[in-house]
T-cell receptor
Framework: ETGVTQSPTHLIKTRGQQVTLRCSSQSGHNTVSWYQQALGQGPQFIFQYYREEENGRGNFPPRFSGLQFPNYSSELNVNALELDDSALYLC??????????FGEGSRLTVL | GENVEQHPSTLSVQEGDSAVIKCTYSDSASNYFPWYKQELGKGPQLIIDIRSNVGEKKDQRIAVTLNKTAKHFSLHITETQPEDSAVYFCAASIYNYGQNFVFGPGTRLSVLP
């Protein structure tokens, strides 16, 4: 049990649409990160939020955006969906014991 | 930026044998190297990690070694069991992104009964 919960588990969207993915982590986990994992590949860092501010971003365009809320929940928003956005999106947070722990992910399919 | 390579891409071993997965990284500033196990349909699970001030770390049947000079680190699993079958990822910390990582492409380990 990592204490990181994601929703929805699966969803299907059409190219050009927008999607919001949600994550909740345990109290005290101030840092949340989002990763994209394409089929057959390792996760790729999208961005990190600390105390509701973005403080690190990987090589992803601005149509990938996020929010973090005071209740330790967060969102990943993707606008103008493209076929290549089809992937498993992973939320992760650091625990007090150390280590980055992932949720089970949201699998997005873009048609 | 950081680049992580991982070998082999697939590995099959007999139950009870050992398995070794090797990774290399490019950024000498990386200082933290976790290993993750991912089962089908699940998120990556942290199984062991090592920091750059340590050369080796062991946890029961799993061990990790780090050679900072050569920028190599390896995962060793002894006495493999069928439940060890999964995809394993190595990762290296990204300088300036503090708590985030570049991942390797993964190794699919199959333990044959």
């Amino acid at each position: 049990e990592t204490g990181v919960t994601q929703s929805p588990t699966h969803l299907i969207k059409t190219r050009g649409q927008q999607v919001t993915l949600r994550c909740s982590s345990q109290s005290g986990h101030n840092t949340v990160s989002w990763y994209q994992q394409a089929l057959g590949q390792g996760p790729q860092f999208i961005f990190q939020y600390y105390r509701e501010e973005e403080n690190g971003r990987g090589n992803f365009p601005p149509r990938f955006s996020g929010l973090q809320f005071p209740n330790y929940s967060s969102e990943l928003n993707v606008n103008a969906l493209e076929l290549d956005d089809s992937a498993l999106y992973l939320c992760a947070s650091w625990t007090s014991g150390g280590g980055l722990f992932f949720g089970e992910g949201s699998r997005l399919t873009v048609l | 930026g950081e680049n992580v390579e991982q070998h082999p891409s697939t590995l099959s071993v007999q139950e009870g044998d050992s398995a070794v997965i090797k990774c290399t990284y490019s950024d000498s500033a990386s200082n933290y190297f976790p290993w993750y196990k991912q089962e089908l349909g699940k998120g990556p699970q942290l199984i062991i990690d090592i920091r750059s001030n340590v050369g080796e770390k062991k946890d029961q049947r799993i061990a990790v070694t780090l050679n900072k000079t050569a920028k190599h680190f390896s995962l060793h699993i002894t006495e493999t069991q069928p439940e060890d079958s999964a995809v394993y990822f190595c990762a290296a910390s990204i300088y300036n992104y503090g708590q985030n990582f570049v991942f390797g492409p993964g190794t699919r380990l199959s333990v044959l009964p």
